[in-house]
């Protein structure tokens, strides 16, 4: 049985035997599938565990830098423009407006996203740092 730490709250772990690629699947398609079940991870979360997305929103730093590649991991969003933005911005879904949830979304993504996440012992060091 699983078990979850304080940090996580109930959230299960990845499975470490899931998220091996088997040699036979192509790069691409397993990165597809990573993405879809990513995309399911979100939807979960958003409308059943937001507890743990309020936590992880205040826990995230930094900001969106608008380049669009979180509106593009698994479909392309019907409401992003050629310039990268998203015409829905004000009435988009709950899945986009906490994008990413946690660190493990930033993995996903192509680019390096505006948005980050520091461990409680990274911010002990900053904290005790004198730069």
Same mark, same amino acid.
């Given at each position: &049985?699983?078990?979850?730490?304080? #940090? &996580?709250? $109930?959230?299960?772990?990845?499975?470490?035997?899931?998220?091996?690629?088997?040699?036979?699947?192509?790069?691409?398609?397993?990165?597809?599938?990573?993405?879809?079940?990513?995309?399911?991870?979100?939807?979960?979360?958003?409308?059943?565990?937001?507890?743990?997305?309020?936590? &992880? #929103?205040?826990?995230?730093? $930094?900001?969106?830098?608008? !380049? $669009?590649?979180?509106?593009?991991?698994?479909?392309?969003?019907?409401?992003?423009?050629?310039? !990268?933005?998203?015409?829905?911005?004000? #009435?988009?879904?709950?899945? !986009?407006?906490?994008?990413?949830?946690?660190?493990?979304?930033? #993995?996903?993504?192509?680019?390096? !996203? $505006?948005?980050?996440?520091?461990?409680?012992?990274?911010?002990?060091?900053?904290?005790?740092?004198?730069?």
């Amino acid at each position: &049985m699983i078990q979850p730490s304080d #940090k &996580m709250k $109930g959230i299960a772990p990845p499975n470490a035997a899931f998220a091996r690629r088997p040699e036979a699947a192509p790069e691409r398609a397993w990165r597809w599938l990573l993405r879809l079940a990513g995309q399911f991870r979100r939807q979960y979360l958003s409308r059943f565990r937001q507890d743990y997305v309020a936590r &992880m #929103k205040a826990a995230r730093r $930094g900001e969106c830098r608008q !380049c $669009g590649a979180c509106c593009d991991l698994t479909f392309h969003c019907p409401f992003l423009t050629a310039e !990268c933005r998203c015409n829905s911005y004000e #009435k988009r879904p709950v899945t !986009c407006r906490t994008f990413p949830i946690d660190a493990a979304d930033l #993995k996903l993504t192509q680019v390096p !996203c $505006g948005h980050y996440y520091v461990s409680h012992e990274e911010e002990r060091v900053r904290a005790n740092s004198t730069g």
